[in-house]
Structures are given as structure tokens and as C-alpha cells.
């Protein structure tokens, strides 16, 4: 049987869907399946972080058998991680932060990113660079949508991905906003539900945030 070819990496992660799930896997075995479930319900792009061992063959069974799904890494700290990453089939990057190492290392992957800000002068610092998509974290402790409504007229260019804190009570007020093109957050993934492998329910919360809009 041959397998269906493998999609370019996105030229844009923030205009895949509304809402980017923030997957903390402790069993690579889930991966597959939880994709496919979050794919079904409408959310492509899984941000999978680099906090479990299991992390990086979850990224490459979700590359490698699940056709739908737009599969990052998250948590990068390091060139290390972005290497591995990246060779593990993540078709983007996401940090908390950043330095100019790990951004001349992302930058240089060939896959979007999305470095982590949250003041004004590390936007400022990122615009300069060329760098005009970014993770807003941690978006609720940061400010949250009155600070990145403040930023939206003097930093026109720049359009992030708040995370932190975020539910679907409080994403549409994000996405309202003119600089914000999808929000990070792990609501449609309840503990319990990875635990007893509950599929439907993730695919079914998965829709519903799909269905999100400001």
C-alpha cells in the first residue's frame, strides 16, 4: 500500500483553524489515535510539546500516519530540540520564548514558528528581525486581550497566537481582535479523556472549539 505523500509545511499556522490544540502526551501509543480525533472535529494544527519522553515519537507517528494533521512541537528551548523536532516530521515550531540562538536556529529549520512574547519590546525586537508571527504567552497572566488589543494599532504587522489560560469561554474575545489568528489551548483535551482513550469526546470538544469565532 503506498502511502499518501506528505503535505508542505504551512505557510501560516495561525490561518489553519481557530483554535491550536496543546497536546502533553506521556504515551506515544495515544498519539495516533488522538490526532485523528482532533482532526475529525476540525482542529488540523496539534502542537505537540517537548515536555514527555514520549514527545517526539508522538510527532513522528502522527507525521507518518495521520495524513490530516498539521503536527508541531512545543516547549523548543533549544537548536537541539529544533533539530530533533524537525527530524522527527514537526511541520512547525512553537517556544515560550526565545533567544537569538534558539531564533537563528527555528528560523533556519525551514518550518514556520511561532517564538514566544509578551511585552511590547520583544515584539518590537522580533519585527525588526523579519519575524511577524508569534505565540502570545502567557496570554491571561500577560494581559490578556485588553494588552493585545493595545498593541494592535503601533504594531500593526504582527499577529500572534495567545496561550495560557485561554478557554472557550474566553477565545472568542481573542479572536475578535485584529492580530490575532487562532488561540492555543487544551480544554478539548480533558485528562480523563486521554486517560480512558475516550476519542469521541476529544473529537467532539474538538469540534465545538473548531466552531469558535469572535
Known sequence: MTRAAVPASPVSVLDLAPVVPVVVLHDAADAVPLARALVAGGLPAI???????????AIR???ADVPGAVVGAGTVLTPGQVTAAVGAGARFLVSPGWT????????AAGVPFLPGVSTASEVVTLLERGVREMKFFPAEAAGGVPYL??????????????TGGIGPG????YLALPNVGCVGGTWMLPA??????????IEELARAASALRG
Open 149 to 162: 488589543r493595545s498593541l494592535s494599532a503601533p504594531l500593526p504587522t504582527a499577529r500572534f497566537c495567545p
Open 100 to 107: 537569538d540562538r534558539l531564533l537563528d536556529s527555528m528560523r
Open 47 to 57: 502542537e505537540v510539546t517537548l515536555r514527555t519522553e514520549a514527545a517526539l515519537d
Open 170 to 173: 474566553s477565545a472568542p474575545a
Open 192 to 201: 480523563e479523556a486521554i486517560r480512558d482513550r475516550d476519542w469521541a469526546r
Open 61 to 63: 507517528a502522527v507525521a
